[in-house]
């Protein structure tokens, strides 16, 4: 059984920093790429960045570039999200997801989803 576990979410201020993790199970998690996503209430689900299976290609959504980055450690099976400066428009539900080998962006190519972690950003 597959399993994605978030952690690490909270509030904070603007301005500041936080780091999610995202502990996986169930796969041979070196064979994955694995994506950081993002829902704001009311909105669709969105890209934030993606890292593939060997840590040397990654992918981030334009607005978070320079102020987010993404690191895996496969010998603990889990993927990490940096988050500097964050914003108020960085308040969402994060969500990590698994996909075989490549990096993509969309929400449809990636096949096993964690249950979330809250990140609210105040001004």
């Known amino acids: 059984q597959v399993q994605l576990v978030e952690s690490g979410g909270g509030l904070v201020q603007a301005g500041t920093s936080l780091r999610l993790s995202c502990a996986a199970s169930?796969?041979?998690?070196?064979?994955?790429?694995m994506g950081w996503f993002r829902q704001a209430p009311g909105k669709e689900r969105e890209f934030v960045a993606a890292?593939?299976?060997?840590?040397?290609?990654?992918n981030y959504k334009d607005s978070v570039k320079g102020r987010f980055t993404i690191s895996r450690d496969n010998a603990k099976n889990t993927v990490y999200l940096q988050m500097n400066s964050l914003k108020p428009e960085d308040t969402a539900v994060y969500y990590c997801?698994?996909?075989?080998?490549?990096?993509?962006?969309?929400?449809?190519?990636?096949?096993?989803w964690g249950q979330g972690t809250q990140v609210t950003v105040s001004s």
């Open positions: 997801a698994a996909r075989l080998l490549r990096v993509e962006v969309g929400v449809r190519d990636y096949d096993y």
């Open positions: 169930g796969i041979t998690f070196s064979n994955y790429a």
């Open positions: 890292i593939a299976w060997g840590g040397s290609v990654t």
